[in-house]
Structure formats: C-alpha cells, structure tokens
C-alpha cells in the first residue's frame, strides 16, 4: 500500500507560484524547486509529473487569487469601488514577490517560444477581463458609469493600465501609488 505523501499539496503549489511569479519559467530550474520544496526529485515527479504541469497549478493559483481579491474588493466597495481600489492594493501588496502581473510575465515570457503555458496564461488574463467588464456593466446598471460607454472597451483599457502599472512599479524608484492614483481617478470621469 503507498504511503501518504508527508506535504501539504497547496503550500507546495503557492510556495512554486512564488518562486515562478518572482523568477519566471526559465529563471526557476527544476532543483531550485526542489530545493524550495523540500522534494527529492522522485518525490517531485510523483507529485507534480514535470515543472510544465506545476506551472500550469501556479498560474492557475494566482489566478484565482486574483479572482477572489477582485470578489472581495467588490464585496467591501462595489462594482466600480473594487475597479477604483484594485490598482493601489495589487502595489502596496508587501507580501506579493513581484509587483508585475504573473500572468503577463509569463505571456511574455513564453509566447515568443510558442509555450503552451503562454495560452494558459492569455486565458486566465481574458478571463480576468471578462471580470472587468461584468464589474463596469453593474457600475453602469448602478449610474455610475455613462452608459454609452461599451464595458468590454473599458475593461480593456482598464486592464492594460493596471498591467502596464504592474511592470512600471518594478522600476526603482517609480512612484507606482501616484499612478495608482490616477487610474482610479479617471474612472470617475468614465
């Protein structure tokens, strides 16, 4: 009969996602994970198959924590109050490893090599626009936002400002909250 593994699968995976988001897919080598993870490579193999398949359970992950952030900030503030908050919270996350969106350093990072992880990541990214959309829709239902606006226009828009601040607040010395700022200024003019 095999033995149960000794480790904690979702601590594994959010310790991977950590180390993937911060140093990328060709940055993190398969002993580095290993080392991280406190997994012989048998151990590894058996638990994850190979570093493609836990990427794939990292990005998933992050998404879906992104998606439960949103849903909260939502839940707190409104449909336009969570697209408002969103961009100051995603850069001041002193917990966060890299400020830039996983996502997106993962699409870049891998598309030029037709990565199938690079799809995966472009899902998850309109996914998460589609999430933008529905949440500027409710702000219009609500009169918040002028309906002659189209929602997935903006949540497009909304969605290159907030990834393009992601990569800025990488610079040193970028003041990423005064551009936080600013983004969800301008969605009180929308």
């Not at 993190?28 to 493609?52: C, I, Q, R, V």
């Not at 393009?164 to 936080?180: C, F, K, M, Q, V």
């Amino acid at each position: 009969m095999p033995r149960k593994p000794s480790y904690d699968r979702e601590d594994l995976i959010r310790r991977a996602r950590d180390m993937f988001w911060k140093q990328g897919w060709a940055g993190t080598s398969l002993k580095n994970l290993e080392s991280t993870l406190h997994l012989k490579p048998g151990s590894f193999y058996a638990a994850f198959g190979s570093k493609d398949a836990l990427y794939q359970l990292a990005l998933d992950q992050y998404a879906a924590d992104s998606t439960a952030t949103l849903a909260a900030l939502e839940h707190s503030h409104g449909p336009l109050g969570a697209l408002q908050a969103l961009p100051r919270h995603v850069i001041e996350n002193e917990t966060a490893p890299a400020r830039a969106c996983m996502l997106a350093k993962t699409l870049l990072e891998l598309s030029p090599h037709g990565h199938p992880l690079a799809d995966h990541a472009n899902g998850h990214l309109t996914r998460m626009e589609h999430r933008f959309a529905d949440l500027f829709g409710k702000a219009q239902a609500k009169g918040q936002i002028d309906t002659s606006h189209d929602p997935r226009g903006l949540a497009r828009r909304y969605q290159s400002d907030l990834l393009g601040l992601r990569i800025s607040a990488e610079r040193p010395n970028y003041d990423a909250a005064a551009t936080a700022l600013e983004i969800a200024q301008s969605l009180s003019q929308v």
